[in-house]
T-cell receptor, first 112, second 114 residues
Framework: GENVEQHPSTLSVQEGDSAVIKCTYSDSASNYFPWYKQELGKRPQLIID?????GEKKDQRIAVTLNKTAKHFSLHITETQPEDSAVYFC???????????FGTGTRLLVSP | DADVTQTPRNRITKTGKRIMLECSQTKGHDRMYWYRQDPGLGLRLIYY???????NKGEISDGYSVSRQAQAKFSLSLESAIPNQTALYFCATSDPGLALGEQFFGPGTRLTVL
């Protein structure tokens, strides 16, 4: 079955810096890669996702890149703000299953 | 707004007790999931159900059971709770009609087993 590894486990940046979180997956059949953000005491919520037929997707300050050959994908946050502080989870699945396998999470702290 | 709700939000219980966590949704989604979240371990799938008559084990189903009472309700039971089941539990839903499979999470239930 699918296995997803996520790094780093914690990431501290200064406001305005960029942040990058990386994930690798094991199942070459996976074709859908979402990222969820969980603020303190809140539920995880989808912030961006990418399908395997696309190499990059951007939504304002966040972007996701996918390298199918290497089986890894990354979340990029530019011009970080304190409200970006949260735990971020990557996940992978084959959309035929809709059963996500999550990474272990990255705690991002953005200092003013 | 359509939503996913969980009851109770917090529960403290003792070792050996039976406990049920409930999940309800008004999103009209067929697919429902139970996850547990532990620090450093992310979200791990306990059970999932793709319709009322379909129940499937996830990666960590031992010690848990589920019941899908209706399309909108999916309950998780701990038959005999143990301390290492102390965790944050999330219910989630998804709609197979949505191409990308986004999952919508409930607010979570924090369970402590003493």
């Amino acid at each position: 079955g699918e296995n997803v590894e996520q790094h780093p486990s914690t990431l501290s940046v200064q406001e305005g810096d960029s942040a990058v979180i990386k994930c690798t997956y094991s199942d070459s059949a996976s074709n859908y890669f979402p990222w969820y953000k969980q603020e303190l005491g809140k539920r995880p919520q989808l912030i961006i996702d990418i399908r395997s037929n696309v190499g990059e997707k951007k939504d304002q300050r966040i972007a996701v890149t996918l390298n199918k050959t290497a089986k890894h994908f990354s979340l990029h946050i530019t011009e970080t703000q304190p409200e970006d502080s949260a735990v971020y989870f990557c996940a992978a699945t084959n959309t035929g299953f809709q059963k996500l396998v999550f990474g272990t999470g990255t705690r991002l702290l953005v200092s003013p | 707004d359509a939503d996913v709700t969980q009851t109770p939000r917090n529960r403290i219980t003792k070792t050996g007790k039976r406990i049920m966590l409930e999940c309800s949704q008004t999103k009209g989604h067929d697919r429902m999931y139970w996850y547990r979240q532990d620090p450093g371990l992310g979200l791990r799938l306990i059970y999932y159900s793709f319709d009322v008559k379909d129940i499937n084990k996830g990666e960590i189903s031992d010690g848990y059971s589920v019941s899908r009472q209706a399309q909108a309700k999916f309950s998780l039971s701990l038959e005999s709770a143990i301390p290492n089941q102390t965790a944050l539990y999330f219910c989630a839903t998804s709609d197979p009609g949505l191409a990308l499979g986004e999952q919508f999470f409930g607010p979570g239930t924090r369970l402590t087993v003493l």
